[in-house]
């Protein structure tokens, strides 16, 4: 066979990744072997499950197992499995690549990973890429997959020694499945020697006893001598051996199902292992739910909630983390059925005894044992997170608050419990999270309504001017700064009976506005509106205002400022929408211009200084200004003629 040998460079994110583990001095350098064992053990997993339609394709080898082979002498370090194996594309496409939405994340990652090596762990585990971490006692890898249903002279080698490339050649392999051979870094002084049968045992024992598949690897043992074979004395007393040395395939791991067992059989050490087995999160879990459900409905479940939120919590290709069984046999990963879009996060095993092994998940959607299982598992995450602690809850919610209210507006059934879950930050909080049950409890006896304000940046908010009248009024407001919000508050139109009420948009009605003195500015206002007629409908007297000179709101169903821009960086196209312009009558410098007005309507400054107030109103609410050039000169036009 004529094997072409090619060279790759690994991407510069990698590449990056893989200096750093390279030169790790990160101690805990055994958990390689977990994740090595955690993706051989998906491999057979997908060939278990292909094989239920399928059955032809694991042919002569239906021993499904994963074999370790330490090699004191040459000092290498071998796994190898029976499962799906890899094509080509594959190898190129799953090995240590970076999911394009991750890349930035990465990178991100990765510079706060320097120097600090206990965040190597989190950085390998959120990414994906748990295959390099055996570079930690590794110079060199080699990775020889077979793909099941290929022929033997299709299988494909992958070399590296993370200097930059690697290279790929297809190969002969008599199975299917895949090996990977690591040639071991010289062993320092405090290192593990991972070609010790004691040092593997106590590594599978730690990490993975609970795999599905047999773990398996050759051991010496003592074994009895025959009786011919043994020497004795006159007396028949042996004088030599009795034992001699040989060596055997032995099991390492119990193979127990941790799901299936009794939770007080269950160690928390092994919870914590199965959960990094499975989600490949190197950080132990904030929470758990081990759960046994029995009678027309039943199955086995246990769930965590991660200690951080994953990296592509908001990207298109999301994946859920739950893991469908049946009676144990591996169904399917990413198992979006059993968990609403709001809970994607939480990671786990389902297993449901009366399931048919070949269920798509088209007749998923419609089964009534999956939507049963739904609600439940629904239903008892609910109450776990209405029974934490405030504390831990403060830490879940910093992580997955914002995925959590996605819910208020795509699950009605439940948008009343779920609002009673979100948090807000608020003008009166000091920057701690503040329930609506507690926003409500505490409102101003004259109060009528829960008042909000949305925008990216909490500081800009927390000194809208949008706010000064609330404020003087002490009535609290909800500082909105996640982008779903803005979905939330057109959902969630009241709480508790009390209606939400942007600080931007309508009428605030605060305060009854003087209709003498508003009479005296109509034409002033019929003025600025002429001037600024492209970018504004209205200009009216402010009941927002206490301190600034002006502001832009809208109308009570009109798009808000921070949802134009969310639509816009999504690269929707969206109308530019004319707001009102109001105008703090009480202002020096609303008053000097109304004087300028009415002595010298034709003086040329009063369209600068129209402009100037609106653009101090975009400032005002951090907006952006079409031309802050303009802006720039007037005001530095002002300044010259003041001083």
């Given at each position: 066979?004529?094997?072409?040998k090619?060279?790759?460079q690994?991407?510069?994110?990698?590449?990056?990744?893989?200096?750093?583990?390279?030169?790790?001095?990160?101690s805990?350098k055994?958990?390689f072997?977990?994740?090595l064992?955690?993706?051989?053990?998906d491999?057979?997993?997908?060939?278990r499950?292909?094989?239920?339609?399928?059955?032809?394709?694991?042919?002569?080898?239906?021993?499904?197992?994963?074999?370790?082979?330490?090699?004191a002498?040459k000092?290498t370090?071998?796994?190898?499995?029976?499962?799906?194996?890899?094509t080509l594309?594959e190898?190129?496409?799953?090995?240590?690549?970076?999911?394009?939405?991750?890349?930035?994340?990465?990178?991100?990652?990765?510079?706060?990973?320097?120097?600090?090596?206990t965040l190597?762990p989190?950085?390998?585990?959120?990414?994906?890429?748990g295959?390099y971490?055996?570079?930690m006692?590794?110079?060199?890898?080699?990775?020889?997959?077979?793909a099941a249903?290929?022929?033997?002279?299709?299988?494909?080698?992958?070399?590296s020694t993370?200097?930059?490339s690697?290279?790929?050649?297809t190969?002969?392999?008599a199975?299917?499945?895949?090996t990977?051979?690591l040639?071991?870094?010289?062993?320092?002084?405090?290192?593990?020697d991972?070609?010790?049968?004691?040092?593997i045992?106590?590594?599978?024992?730690?990490?993975?006893?609970?795999?599905?598949?047999?773990i398996?690897?050759e051991v010496?043992?003592d074994?009895?001598?025959?009786d011919?074979?043994?020497?004795?004395?006159?007396?028949?007393k042996p004088?030599?051996?009795?034992?001699r040395?040989?060596m055997r395939e032995?099991?390492?791991n119990?193979m127990?199902?941790?799901w299936?067992?009794s939770?007080s059989?269950?160690?928390d050490e092994?919870y914590?292992?199965?959960?990094?087995?499975?989600?490949?999160?190197?950080?132990?879990?904030?929470e758990?739910?081990?759960?046994k459900f029995?009678g027309?409905?039943e199955?086995?479940?246990?769930?965590?909630?991660?200690s951080k939120?994953?990296?592509?919590?908001?990207?298109?290709e999301?994946?859920?983390?739950?893991?469908?069984?049946?009676?144990r046999?591996f169904?399917m990963?990413d198992?979006?059925?059993l968990?609403?879009?709001y809970?994607?996060?939480?990671?786990?095993v389902?297993?449901?005894?009366?399931?048919?092994l070949?269920?798509s998940?088209?007749?998923?959607q419609?089964?009534?044992?999956?939507?049963?299982?739904?609600?439940?598992?629904?239903k008892?995450?609910?109450?776990l997170?209405?029974?934490?602690?405030d504390?831990?809850y403060?830490?879940?919610?910093?992580?997955f608050?914002?995925?959590l209210?996605?819910?208020?507006?795509t699950d009605?059934?439940?948008?009343?419990?779920?609002?009673g879950?979100?948090?807000y930050?608020t003008?009166?909080?000091?920057?701690?999270?503040?329930?609506?049950?507690?926003y409500?409890k505490?409102m101003?006896?004259?109060q009528?309504?829960?008042?909000y304000?949305?925008?990216?940046?909490?500081?800009?908010?927390?000194?809208?001017?949008?706010?000064?009248?609330?404020?003087?009024?002490d009535?609290?407001?909800?500082?909105?700064?996640?982008?779903?919000?803005?979905?939330?508050?057109?959902?969630?139109?009241?709480y508790?009976?009390?209606?939400?009420?942007?600080a931007?948009?309508?009428?605030?009605?605060l305060?009854?506005?003087d209709?003498?003195?508003?009479?005296?500015?109509?034409?002033?206002?019929?003025?600025?509106?002429?001037?600024?007629?492209?970018k504004i409908?209205?200009?009216?007297?402010?009941?927002?205002l206490k301190?600034?000179v002006?502001?832009?709101?809208?109308?009570?169903?009109?798009?808000?400022a921070?949802?134009?821009?969310?639509?816009?960086?999504s690269?929707?196209?969206?109308?530019e929408?004319?707001?009102?312009l109001e105008l703090?009558?009480?202002?020096?410098?609303?008053?000097?211009?109304?004087?300028?007005?009415?002595s010298?309507?034709?003086?040329?400054?009063?369209?600068?200084y129209?402009?100037?107030l609106?653009?101090?109103?975009?400032?005002?609410?951090?907006?952006?200004?079409d031309?802050?050039a303009?802006f720039?000169k007037?005001?530095g036009d002002?300044?010259?003629?003041?001083?």
């Open positions: 066979m004529d094997a072409k090619e060279t790759h690994f991407k510069t994110e990698v590449q990056q990744m893989l200096n750093l583990i390279i030169n790790s001095l990160y805990n055994d958990i072997l977990r994740e064992i955690s993706n051989a053990s491999a057979i997993d997908k060939v499950y292909k094989a239920e339609t399928e059955p032809g394709i694991l042919g002569d080898d239906t021993e499904l197992k994963i074999h370790l082979k330490p090699d002498i000092q370090f071998e796994i190898s499995d029976n499962g799906i194996g890899m594309d190898v190129l496409e799953n090995i240590g690549t970076i999911a394009k939405s991750g890349t930035a994340a990465f990178m991100e990652a990765l510079e706060q990973a320097k120097g600090q090596e190597i989190e950085l390998i585990g959120q990414f994906g890429v295959f971490s055996a570079f006692v590794a110079d060199k890898i080699t990775l020889v997959t077979r249903g290929t022929a033997a002279d299709q299988a494909v080698k992958w070399v993370g200097d930059g690697y290279t790929t050649e190969v002969e392999k199975t299917r499945g895949t990977i051979t040639e071991l870094k010289k062993k320092g002084k405090d290192d593990k991972f070609t010790d049968q004691w040092v045992r106590n590594i599978v024992k730690q990490h993975s006893d609970f795999v599905s598949y047999p398996t690897m010496e043992r074994e009895p001598l025959p011919e074979e043994i020497i004795k004395d006159k007396d028949g004088i030599g051996a009795t034992t040395k040989v032995e099991t390492l119990s127990k199902a941790i299936t067992r939770s059989e269950v160690k092994e914590e292992e199965f959960y990094k087995h499975l989600s490949h999160d190197w950080n132990a879990p904030m758990r739910l081990h759960l029995e027309t409905t199955y086995h479940a246990l769930l965590y909630i991660p939120a994953p990296f592509d919590l908001f990207t298109p999301r994946r859920h983390g739950i893991h469908l069984y049946s009676k046999v169904i990963d198992c979006k059925e968990m609403p879009e809970f994607r996060f939480v990671k786990g389902v297993d449901a005894s009366d399931l048919n070949n269920v998940r088209e007749i998923l419609q089964d009534r044992l999956v939507i049963n299982i739904r609600k439940n598992l629904v008892k995450l609910f109450d997170l209405e029974k934490m602690e504390e831990k403060t830490q879940f919610y910093d992580e608050g914002a995925v209210k996605e819910g208020i507006y009605p059934t439940r948008k009343e419990k779920i609002a879950l979100a948090r930050k003008t009166k909080s000091e920057g701690k999270w503040v329930s609506l049950d507690d409500v505490n101003a006896a004259d009528k309504e829960i008042y304000i949305t925008g990216d940046k909490l500081s800009a908010l927390l000194n809208s001017p949008h706010l000064e009248k609330l404020k003087e009024k009535f609290e407001v909800l500082l909105m700064t996640d982008p779903v919000d803005e979905w939330v508050v057109q959902s969630l139109t009241e508790d009976g009390k209606p939400l009420k942007s931007e948009k309508g009428d605030l009605e305060d009854a506005v209709d003498s003195k508003k009479e005296a500015y109509n034409a002033l206002f019929g003025f600025i509106k002429g001037t600024l007629e492209e409908k209205e200009v009216k007297p402010s009941s927002r301190d600034s002006s502001c832009l709101s809208g109308d009570a169903w009109d798009t808000s921070y949802m134009e821009k969310l639509l816009k960086a690269g929707q196209k969206t109308p929408s004319k707001r009102v703090n009558m009480d202002h020096p410098v609303v008053e000097k211009i109304k004087s300028l007005f009415e010298d309507r034709d003086n040329p400054a009063l369209k600068d129209s402009h100037l609106f653009d101090m109103a975009v400032v005002g609410e951090g907006g952006k200004l031309n802050p303009r720039s007037m005001v002002l300044m010259a003629r003041a001083m």
